[in-house]
Each structure stands twice: as structure tokens, then as C-alpha cells.
């Protein structure tokens, strides 16, 4: 490297920055940096114009400054423009999109992806995860979508079942997901209930209530997962449990029942129980079948296997979910806890580490890698 070369070029470099209208100071910072850049490019690949080179450089190196200067001061222009800290408005735009997004010209599970993407913020992955299917078709589905509508006037709002359907995804994905979503799709459930007298809507927020006054209990000072079991219950939110029983029992009062109601009235056993071990597992089956009888989804008869499993034993659990097919998610880990409790160490300790191979999630599929590492420790000894 001539470094006596860099000296001599370094002022009749700066003076051209210069003139093409560079401020002293950047000039001489760009210049610094082409000179640095020619330090370790050159002597692996010297230029044939020295000169020319550096001020390519340093022009390049001076724009992006200027660039960065410029992204910058825009970002600390917006931030003056924030409104100043204090409580939210009572009510905004945001459920009002929710309703536009599910147009009626969309099939309710189309309109249910379009909005998770548009307005709930959920990337294709976490939306397609949510719908059991591979990320390239929920990709196309969300695409034609957007087709569909891009013509059309939104002054037709979709129904109240495909709104509830969006919000309960939303709220599942802040709930176990990588996104911190629950606390919205609360607030913007408590605004559609205040809005609309519907039993699904009170079941829905009952759900949301129930699952959330359980959050802090959900994960260990370290971040671990911590199974409903384990949880410390004395941890849990019994004033969000007291409102959500009570938005749940005026609801079920209507006699229209449906699969959020449904849903509510098992968290709601979860929440009453005093321990674990005083779970009414039978009234829980009893409501997954109610469930199953409203939804019959793969994920319903899973979760109905699990209790199954702790109503009547591991083998009945065992065979509820032998009619279940072996892709679902979380399938493997259900049948790891099923065979566990039914004394199968090893096939126990396989499933785990096949389930955590598949987790959604980091903190899941720790969770998993840990169970299986126990149940192999157990085995060797």
C-alpha cells in the first residue's frame, strides 16, 4: 500500500467533494472513510485510476451520511409530533377497520387472514400457523384477498362472527405467540361488547378475561414455560376471573350458546379449581364435547384427548387421540404427556423431543427439549 499516494490524493480529493457541493465536515469524514476502504481493498485489488476511485468513494460515503442525517432528523421530527404521554382515547378507528377488512364480497376465512395482516399486524407465518396450513398458501390466500377487494368500496362492514374470529386469533397469537398482542385484542373486545349486545361477543371477552388472569403464572423467572399444573394459582388475576365468570354466567343465561361461550366455561373450570389435582376433568370433557358439537376442529378433539386422558385415565386419552392425525401440531407433545402418565418413559421421552423439533415458538420448544431430557435422565439411572 502507498500510503505516500492516499497523502498526496487526500487534498485534491477533499476539494472535489467540495465543489460538488459538500460541507467542509462531511467532505473530510467521507474522505476519511474512503481512505480507510482503500487500506483494505487495495492491496488485494488496486484500482488503475487511484484518484478517481477515492473520490467515488468518498462522494458515496458522503451520501450515505448525508442520507442517515436526513432519516434521522425526520425520526426526531415525528417523535416531537407524538402527543404527550397519558391515558388512550376511550375509543379510535381501529375496530372500525376490523369490521371494513371483513367485507362481505371475502369468505369469512379469507377476510379473517386480510385483517390479521392489514389491521392486527400478524406476519403470513403467524397467521398461517393459526390456520394449520403451509405459509405459501395462506401467502396466496392473503393475495386474493387484497385482488378481491381492491375494487370495491368499503362502506359494506362484514359480520360480527368473522370480526370475533379475528380478534380471538389476535389475542391467541399475544397470548403464546412471539407477539405481544392479548392486552389489544382485550380492549378492542371490551369496545365491541359495549357496542353490541351478543352472547359470543360476552363469551369472547369472558375467554380473553379467563386465559389472561393466568399470564403471569404462564413462564418462570427464566423464561420457561410452566404447564397449567405448575402453576402457582396464587399468582393468577382473581379480580380478571371474578369479571370473566360473570360475563360468562350472563351469557350462558341468554341459552344461545356458542363456541366462545363454550370455550370460556372450560377456562372458567380451570380457574375455579383450588388445585390441579380438583380439577372437574369430567364437566371439562362434558364442554369439549359440547364444543366439538359447534366446531368440529382438529384442534377442539386434541384438546378433548388431553382431557379425556385426565378424566378416565391415559389410555382412553391415548385413544382419543389415535383418530387424530399424527401432522397436527402439538400432537406429538399431547401423546408424550399421554404415554408419560401411562408409565411409557421412553416413548414419552421420544415424543417430546420430536414435539420440540416442531415447537411454534423458542419458549415451547425449550419447554419440550427440557421434558424430554428429564424423562431420559429418569432412564438412565
Not at 12 to 22: E, F, N, P, T
Not at 334 to 353: F, I, K, M, S
Request: hydrophobic share 45%; net charge negative.
Amino acid at each position: 500500500m502507498n500510503e505516500a499516494l492516499l497523502r498526496s490524493l487526500t487534498p485534491s480529493v477533499l476539494a472535489i467533494l467540495v465543489r460538488r457541493g459538500a460541507d467542509f465536515a462531511a467532505a473530510e469524514d467521507a474522505v476519511q472513510d474512503a481512505l480507510v476502504e482503500a487500506v483494505r481493498v487495495w492491496p488485494a485489488d488496486p484500482p488503475r485510476d487511484a484518484k478517481g476511485w477515492l473520490v467515488t468513494v468518498a462522494w458515496r460515503r458522503f451520501l450515505d451520511a448525508t442520507r442517515a442525517d436526513a432519516a434521522r432528523r425526520r425520526r426526531e421530527d415525528l417523535v416531537d409530533e407524538e402527543p404527550t404521554p397519558g391515558p388512550a382515547p376511550a375509543v379510535d378507528d381501529t375496530l372500525q377497520l376490523y369490521f371494513l377488512c371483513a367485507h362481505p364480497s371475502l369468505t369469512p376465512s379469507s377476510a379473517v387472514a386480510l385483517t390479521l395482516r392489514a389491521v392486527g399486524g400478524l406476519t403470513t407465518h403467524q397467521i398461517a400457523q393459526a390456520y394449520l396450513v403451509p405459509e405459501a398458501t395462506m401467502a396466496q390466500r392473503i393475495s386474493r384477498a387484497k385482488r378481491t377487494v381492491s375494487g370495491v368500496r368499503f362502506d359494506q362492514p362484514g359480520d360480527v362472527a368473522t370480526v370475533l374470529r379475528v380478534l380471538y386469533l389476535v389475542f391467541n397469537e399475544g397470548y403464546s405467540g412471539d407477539v405481544d398482542l392479548a392486552a389489544e385484542a382485550i380492549r378492542l373486545t371490551r369496545q365491541l361488547a359495549a357496542a353490541i349486545d351478543h352472547p359470543e361477543v360476552a363469551g369472547l371477552l369472558a375467554l380473553m378475561l379467563l386465559h389472561h388472569a393466568r399470564r403471569a403464572a404462564r413462564t418462570a423467572p427464566d423464561g420457561g414455560l410452566v404447564p397449567l399444573a405448575e402453576q402457582d394459582r396464587g399468582r393468577w388475576d382473581t379480580e380478571s376471573i371474578a369479571e370473566g365468570v360473570e360475563i360468562l354466567q350472563a351469557a350462558l343465561a341468554r341459552d344461545r350458546l356458542g363456541e366462545f361461550q363454550a370455550q370460556a366455561a372450560i377456562a372458567a373450570l380451570h380457574a375455579d379449581a383450588p388445585t390441579a389435582e380438583k380439577t372437574d376433568w369430567v364437566q371439562i370433557v362434558e364442554w369439549y364435547d359440547e364444543l366439538a358439537r359447534l366446531i368440529d376442529s382438529p384442534v377442539v378433539r386434541l384438546n378433548r384427548a388431553v382431557a379425556v386422558g385426565e378424566a378416565d385415565g391415559p389410555r382412553a386419552g391415548l385413544a382419543a387421540l389415535a383418530a387424530l392425525d399424527e401432522s397436527l401440531p402439538r400432537r406429538a407433545a399431547v401423546a408424550a404427556y399421554l404415554h408419560e402418565r401411562d408409565g411409557d418413559l421412553a416413548t414419552a421421552a421420544r415424543l417430546y423431543a420430536e414435539a420440540a423439533q416442531k415447537a411454534p415458538n423458542l419458549a415451547e420448544r425449550d419447554h419440550l427439549t427440557r421434558q424430554a431430557a428429564r424423562l431420559n435422565a429418569r432412564g438412565c439411572r
